[in-house]
């Protein structure tokens, strides 16, 4: 059971870069989602997406793009990046129709630095 | 918009004391739940615990329970007989309670170190 596989582990890359982080999960849940983690913010959700071919911002959506073409991929685009966008990014997943709040299941993080 | 807020960034405990974990959060939802993640340097966010809000017990996980305070909004966290291996951050959330993927909502996270 690989559950939710997050690569690469981590990146250098330099600004202005454009950087693909991957997310993949096997159990064909409906809602995914992208956080990243900086401290004193805890994690913060930069985009969602409730099934195929449909995505929605979160609270830090500037500065980068998602897809979901299919179920089980949501890979995260930094367009242009930024030295502020260096940080622990998460990838998460929920059941849809989940009643009883039972959070998410997480893939282990990608660690970005932009210099 | 709800917020959650942890107001000790770090603490420390010593081997097989107590220690209690804070948390407040601001929301004018009536119904909701509220979680604490663990994170070890491993950096694998794990679930430690969840509360319903409409669940006046408060819910109890082995050596870790919570104090549930509604009219608060409070939702401590205190670990019983620490072990070496709880050292980790950790972090307060909440979600709306809804049947489809409700967001959850962090709280800065607090820094626990048990020490031998």
């Known amino acids: 059971d690989a559950g939710i596989t997050q690569s690469p582990r981590y990146k250098i890359t330099e600004t202005g870069r454009q950087v693909t982080l991957m997310c993949h999960q096997t159990?064909?849940?409906?809602?995914m989602f992208w956080y990243r983690q900086d401290l004193g913010h805890g994690l913060r959700l930069i985009y969602y997406s409730a099934a195929a071919d449909i995505t929605d911002k979160g609270e830090v959506p500037d500065g980068y793009v998602v897809s979901r073409s299919k179920t089980e991929n949501f890979p995260l685009t930094l367009e242009s990046a930024t030295r502020s966008q260096t940080s622990v990014y998460f990838c998460?997943?929920?059941?849809?129709?989940?009643?009883?709040?039972?959070?998410?299941?997480f893939g282990s993080g990608t660690r970005l630095t932009v210099v | 918009a709800q917020t959650v807020t942890q107001s000790q960034p770090e603490m420390s405990v010593q081997e097989a004391e107590t220690v209690t974990l804070s948390c407040t959060y601001d929301t004018s939802e009536n119904n909701y739940y509220l979680f604490w993640y663990k994170q070890p340097p491993s950096r694998q966010m794990i679930l430690v615990i969840r509360q319903e809000a409409y669940k006046q017990q408060n819910a109890t996980e082995n050596r870790f329970s919570v104090n549930f305070q509604k009219a608060a909004k409070s939702f401590s966290l205190k670990i019983s007989d620490s072990q070496l291996g709880d050292t980790a951050m950790y972090f307060c959330a909440f979600m709306k309670h809804k049947t489809s993927g409700s967001r959850l909502t962090f709280g800065e996270g607090t820094q626990l170190t048990v020490n031998p």
């Open positions: 159990w064909s849940h409906s809602y």
């Open positions: 998460a997943s929920s059941i849809r129709g989940q009643r009883g709040g039972y959070g998410y299941t």
